[in-house]
């Protein structure tokens, strides 16, 4: 009996230290898988942090690299020039060369474009670059003519039935020589263009006009060219014309339009306005060939080669 009552009590003292053991041994276990498992994190961690893109980076790879803008070539000079009376009369001629083989031919039309009557030049005016109508049955001519080529200016008071020289005329007229784009001859002599290059003028009076340069930017002046604004951009700009008021452009490839859009600008400050679309007026048969215009007593003239369509609503509707 004394000896199992020993036992018990051996059995007994020596529970404390198995249990403590147990304990102790538990601690390291968990210390132990603790570490493998904080190891293996960091391991991810450091495989993320050199193999996967961050936020940022993934952004900018997702980021579609802009398409750059395509560069419009550089307008040149017009070679056919256009000018109307109203919406139903109207005079062209195109430029020519000088010295030339054969004289320019001025046409008219009395039935909006459908047909015209030719006459030829009987002066020494051999080139033409700007041409102006003044009513159904004056119009005239200037351009480079004489043994020379010096710029001159011809008229003609009867449809083209006759013509007549006028040298005192050219110095109080409005003209841009190809051969000098950078200078802009006014009712009060040369002054210097507001561009390397212009290409087009569009005067309204005495005072008034508007230049479109070779990068589609548009100038104008109210003092003869003394002083000219800053200039606003119309982009896929091709031809410029005077309302007599205010400015109208016709621009090629505007989004939205399927032919020529008409642009208008007023005579200072204002920015260009989308007027209307020709769509495709003139006829498409035309595509590819210099655009001319013109605008007079609210009617806007558009031609495309020798393909022309008027508005009478100032280029709204075709």
Known sequence: MAADKRRRRGALSKRPLVLAGLAAFLIVDVALVGYALSGANHGVDEASATS???????????????????????LTAPTRFMSAVD????????SGTCPAATPPVIQKTTDAGSTWISSTLTTD????????????????????????????????????????TY???????W??????????????????A???TAVSLAPSNDSTAAVLCDDRTVFRTTDAGVTWDSGVAVPGAAVL??????????AQNVEGCTGVSIVGLGAEGDAPVTIGCSGDRPTTSADGQE????????????AIGDSVAVSLDGGVTW
């Open 52 to 74: 996967a893109p961050s936020a940022s980076a993934a952004e900018e790879t997702s980021t579609a690299t802009p398409t750059p803008e395509i560069e419009e070539a550089a």
């Open 87 to 94: 919406a139903t009369v109207a005079y062209r001629a195109s």
């Open 125 to 164: 005016l051999a080139s033409v670059f700007r041409v102006q109508a003044v009513d159904s049955t004056y119009a005239y001519l200037v351009g480079l003519g004489g043994v020379a080529c010096e710029t001159g200016l011809t008229a003609t008071y009867t449809s083209g039935a006759g013509f007549q």
């Open 167 to 173: 040298p005192d005329r050219v110095a109080s007229s």
């Open 175 to 192: 003209y841009l020589n190809p051969q000098a784009a950078d200078i802009v001859h006014t009712p009060v002599g040369d002054t210097a």
């Open 194 to 196: 507001p561009c390397a």
């Open 241 to 250: 014309a005077s309302t007599g008021t205010s400015y109208v452009l016709g």
């Open 291 to 302: 655009i001319t215009l013109s605008a007079a007593a609210g009617s806007v003239w558009l």
